[in-house]
């Protein structure tokens, strides 16, 4: 009697030959059998598929060729905290190059960095807007502290709409006032932030930067 096994050989090699398989049953699988897939996407630890994070947009933008303002941030309703008179950052940059610096009363970082602010101003002609961005801080604080400090410039609050702009905008460091962020708003719409986290810049620092020396 011969074994069964020897007596498969022969089968089992023709089904080689043929892109199939025994299975474990003692039955066949067939090279057309369906093959489970690879996903598309490289999958995450909850089972979903991970996706690389989407690239921000530049941070320099530029106005439409038609004039209308290209960001959002320009059109936004600010309030000055002592004269209660409103405006937005578009109509001063009819004015002149205007200098946006997120900060906080509680920032010594920010302070000094306005004293050199208030330096350049006796030299250059420049539009400067302080803006507060702790939410927790209320007007009233804010307007004795520039009145404190002797800042004679428009100090204006963010509300949590404009905070979640600026980080989207911007980035995280736009709304945390130790690393001395400063944000130059062109005569042309342009805006152009300055390298955020690079310490202090002197008065003849920001005259070069803004081009009012």
Request: net charge negative; glycine share 8%.
């Amino acid at each position: 009697m011969v074994h069964r096994s020897r007596a498969l050989l022969p089968l089992v090699a023709l089904l080689a030959m043929a892109g199939c398989a025994p299975s474990d049953d003692g039955g066949v699988v067939t090279g057309s059998s369906e093959v489970a897939s690879l996903p598309s996407e490289p999958v995450g630890s909850s089972g979903q598929p991970s996706r690389a994070p989407v690239a921000t947009a530049s941070a320099v933008v530029t106005p439409s060729e038609d004039g209308v303002s290209a960001d959002p941030l320009l059109d936004v309703p600010l309030t000055d905290v002592r004269s209660g008179q409103s405006f937005t950052l578009a109509e001063l940059a009819q004015e002149g190059p205007v200098l946006l610096e997120p900060m906080a009363v509680w920032c010594s970082n920010c302070r000094a960095q306005q004293h050199q602010v208030k330096r350049a101003h006796e030299t250059g002609s420049f539009v400067s807007v302080s803006l507060d961005v702790d939410l927790s801080e209320t007007p009233e604080d804010l307007a004795a502290y520039a009145g404190r400090e002797g800042f004679d410039w428009r100090f204006a609050m963010a509300d949590a709409s404009l905070y979640r702009l600026l980080q989207e905008r911007f980035g995280v460091a736009a709304t945390n006032p130790p690393s001395t962020p400063l944000i130059i708003i062109e005569t042309d719409g342009t805006i152009r932030p300055l390298e955020f986290g690079a310490g202090t810049r002197s008065a003849e620092q920001l005259l070069a930067e803004l081009g009012a020396g």
